[in-house]
């Protein structure tokens, strides 16, 4: 009977590890074939299943505890939108993700979905995703979907889960199938759908959200949270004022980087919050405001989502000021609450600040102890400096790297550091018996790091010669070569505190000229239209969140100046010639390359609308919001391209393509070099700023250092669908405050700039921001500056000789002739004064 029983569990293992699951779902790859999942086999036809295969390369084991299990089709709570993206590169890479779940949401057995693509060149039996929530391993699984997305749930042991921020690891470990070179390590890696994965848990709708939850809001499929501002009749300044104020205070109650705001009905779905704000007497006649009670004062109130509608939130009053302080009552919020790990994912989402004098230690930016047997290690990082950090050659900031690397590298073998994409530091790894560190200290200039976010990454590079042949047969395919320890540190010198204008990066990683303003901010926006005033809200909660502090924008149709620090936000065709031409655009080369998409009407849908994740955008990895609406050209047509060999048009002005730009750039800077080297040719405008320079410096205002240099037209790049520009449209006051700092913000016309907008404030694009000019084309996400040719510096900090002598050494590091020109003054200084002294010392001969 015994062996009877035995023979019939081995028959129907045989038949499951054989045939799929009749219960099976299948998804399809966006654009690729069927992708059926099936029931993981157990017993010995799981540990058959689990051998390793042939090949140079041992397989992973299967794990029957954590093999994917059924998925299904129910809705996810997806992942929120990070500044380390939606990618796994390299042989070992990791995204962490916070989720903030509601009490009733962290009960039951929750599961999590992940749906990702990967590269065609990952070998699927020696590569591996790892799933895991608050530090607990919850699944794995072979990567192998090269041809199609692929769709795996992993069930979550039962409280694991937690009220508040969860945090969501999602690592990969990878091998290439052929090449075992370090070159065909940067062609490995796996792409998660923000729209098919994240937490299958209870909607919100199932137990309602407090205002406590807003963070709790369920992001749409690019992970960024839609605001739909739901309004009865064209609202007035002071009205759209307090609807700004509340879009900022969402953002930074939930800690949201990107609200995409749209004006409109009431939303249905999911996903997103419908916001409501305005006094009684505007919001009388909106649907079920009746359940919220009489309005007395200021008041907050969540209605509970439906099936047809989101959660709506309502900021009421009976007068403005009462709406205003019932927003301030939403800024207040609660301290957050969740799992330790939950809890530090939250907060690196914005980088572990920094400032002068700090040493800290990798653990605390969420770096771990790893060892690595594969050919390149790449760990990365997000350091926060202070916005008013100015960056320029007066120190280093000090990686002391502590780890070990194995003996018999090849001679290439050596460390990369890299700040924000630029290579800062290049040590070899010498020792061919290996070595052990633990203070190996390399030095990284400050010159190029930037205020706000940073992004380091340290890159071992630890080949071995049995790689030429990929290792067959050989020892070195499992030794480890490299081990990093998360004792390693970075150690901050003094920074110059002082802020640097025009710097789109200051602006954008802390909102500098509206925060440091003796003035109100003002929104300066031409045209009222929907597209127009959501792009402007969305600017504005962005820069509230890098501020990390409610901003008190005053919004205006027309610039003024003396007025404080202005963001305009406009379509190119509402702005005056003025504007353009005093932040060193040329208008009429603008709205020359814009003219074809001018006069646009949308084609369908909304503007907002998340592009679907086709695999063609996938495998470049074009930021999920980042994609430009179907449009309907109401002109004859886009002026047809030009040769470069081609005449010029009849107005005497040359074609503007990509190479001419890239042109006129080398041109201008080989002029530049060739007029200012020449010490006699700069004489006299030298002497002029130097003299300027230092009676700034000694107090006779706040604004330390003025270049007094006219502005440059530059010309914009056709591919461009926004341009960011900043500078000083008047110079009343522009030397010793922000007052008169002006930001713009414009593209072809209104529904482009919206789109764009929304791209631009993607966490990957956002922190790219940098220089006078930023060019960005909202298609793929890519983003061109333009550094400025001169700068003003602006006081930020009480005055003290050490910050003085930082801001000094900067300047003058910033600009190398005058430092020549000093030195050589004080060498002649010194000269004269010591053939004066011993002109009379001595005997003379007569």
């Not at 989720?99 to 060149?121: C, N, W």
């Not at 700040?419 to 560190?437: D, H, I």
């Not at 913000?745 to 919206?754: D, F, G, M, Q, R």
């Amino acid at each position: 009977m015994r062996v009877a029983t035995i023979t019939l569990r081995l028959v129907a293992l045989g038949v499951l590890a054989q045939a799929p699951s009749a219960g099976a779902q299948s998804f399809v790859g966006a654009g690729g074939p069927t992708e059926r999942l099936t029931v993981p086999p157990s017993g010995n036809a799981l540990r058959r299943a689990a051998a390793p295969e042939s090949g140079p390369r041992a397989a992973i084991p299967a794990d029957p505890l954590r093999q994917p299990v059924l998925t299904t089709s129910a809705p996810a709570r997806r992942l929120p939108a990070t500044t380390g993206g939606f990618r796994l590169e390299g042989e070992e890479d990791a995204l962490r993700f916070p989720v903030y779940v509601t009490e009733a949401q962290s009960r039951g057995r929750p599961r999590l979905r992940v749906s990702y693509l990967s590269a065609i060149s990952v070998a699927p039996e020696a590569s591996e995703l790892v799933a895991s929530v608050n530090g607990i391993v919850v699944g794995r699984t072979r990567i192998q979907a090269p041809g199609a997305v692929k769709v795996v749930e992993f069930e979550l042991p039962e409280g694991s889960l937690k009220l508040g921020y969860n945090a969501i690891d999602l690592s990969a470990s990878q091998r290439h199938r052929v090449d075992c070179s370090l070159d065909a390590t940067y062609e490995l890696w796996t792409q998660i759908d923000p729209s098919r994965s994240g937490l299958v848990v209870p909607p919100v709708a199932a137990g309602g959200i407090e205002l406590k939850d807003l963070a709790a809001l369920e992001p749409d499929d690019s992970g960024a949270l839609p605001v739909r501002v739901v309004v009865n009749d064209k609202p007035s300044l002071p009205r759209l004022e307090r609807i700004f104020h509340a879009v900022e205070a969402i953002g930074l109650v939930g800690r949201i980087a990107r609200p995409i705001v749209e004006f409109g009905p009431l939303m249905p779905g999911r996903a997103g919050i419908n916001l409501l704000v305005g006094t009684a007497s505007e919001l009388r006649g909106s649907p079920d405001l009746e359940s919220i009670g009489p309005v007395t004062g200021p008041k907050l109130a969540m209605l509970p989502p439906r099936e047809d509608r989101a959660p709506t939130l309502v900021v009421s009053g009976t007068s403005y000021d009462e709406v205003e302080a019932a927003i301030a009552i939403l800024a207040r919020g609660t301290e957050p609450y969740g799992t330790s790990r939950g809890l530090k994912a939250a907060a690196l989402l914005r980088g572990v600040a920094v400032t002068s004098g700090d040493r800290v230690p990798l653990q605390s930016l969420g770096v771990s102890t790893r060892e690595f047997s594969g050919r390149l290690l790449r760990t990365s990082f997000d350091v926060h400096l202070p916005a008013d950090f100015l960056p320029a050659d007066y120190g280093k900031v000090m990686l002391n790297l502590a780890g070990a690397y194995a003996s018999g590298l090849a001679p290439e073998a050596r460390i990369l550091v890299d700040l924000n994409g630029r290579n800062a530091a290049s040590v070899p790894l010498p020792q061919t018996r290996g070595e052990v560190f633990e203070n190996n200290t390399i030095p990284l200039p400050l010159s190029l790091w930037r205020p706000g976010l940073n992004r380091v990454d340290i890159a071992a590079q630890v080949p071995v010669p049995a790689d030429a042949t990929c290792g067959l047969g050989g020892p070195d395919l499992k030794r480890e070569r490299f081990l990093f320890l998360d004792r390693t540190s970075l150690s901050i010198p003094n920074l110059a505190r002082t802020a640097k204008v025009p710097d789109l990066a200051a602006t954008t990683s802390g909102a500098v000229p509206f925060v440091e303003g003796r003035r109100r901010p003002r929104i300066v926006l031409p045209t009222l239209d929907r597209d127009t005033v959501a792009a402007g809200a969305m600017m504005a909660a962005r820069l509230a969140s890098a501020a990390g502090r409610m901003i008190d924008f005053e919004l205006a149709n027309e610039t003024q100046s003396g007025t404080g620090a202005t963001l305009i936000v406009a379509p190119v065709r509402s702005l005056a010639p003025a504007s353009l031409s005093g932040l060193g655009l040329d208008p009429d080369q603008v709205r020359r390359i814009w003219e074809a998409r001018a006069e646009t009407s949308r084609a369908s849908g909304q503007s907002g609308s998340v592009p679907a994740p086709t695999l063609d955008r996938m495998r470049r990895n074009v930021p999920p919001r980042c994609s430009l609406p179907d449009l309907t050209l109401r002109v004859a047509g886009p002026v047809p391209p030009r040769a470069a060999s081609s005449s010029s048009p009849a107005d005497g002005r040359p074609a503007v393509t990509r190479a001419t730009f890239d042109g006129d750039l080398a041109t201008k800077w080989d002029e530049t070099l060739r007029t200012r080297h020449p010490l006699v040719e700069a004489a006299g405008d030298m002497v002029e700023r130097a003299s300027s320079t230092f009676r700034d410096l000694l107090g006779e205002s706040r604004g330390w250092l003025d270049s007094g240099e006219p502005v440059k037209s530059l010309n914009v790049p056709p591919s461009a669908s926004l341009v960011l520009a900043q500078g000083f449209l008047s110079t009343q006051g522009a030397n010793d405050s922000f007052d008169d700092t002006t930001t713009l913000v414009t593209a072809p016309n209104a529904i482009l700039l919206k789109a764009s907008v929304a791209c631009l404030i993607d966490p990957e694009v956002w922190s790219k921001v940098g220089g006078r000019f930023a060019f960005l084309n909202a298609a793929d996400g890519r983003l061109d500056t333009i550094e400025p040719d001169s700068v003003r510096l602006i006081a930020t900090q009480d005055r003290s000789v050490s910050n003085l002598r930082l801001v000094a050494a900067g300047w003058l590091s910033m600009n190398p002739i005058f430092y020549v020109a000093l030195a050589l003054g004080l060498a002649l200084c010194l000269g004269l004064s010591t053939t004066v002294m011993v002109r009379n010392v001595g005997r003379r001969n007569r």
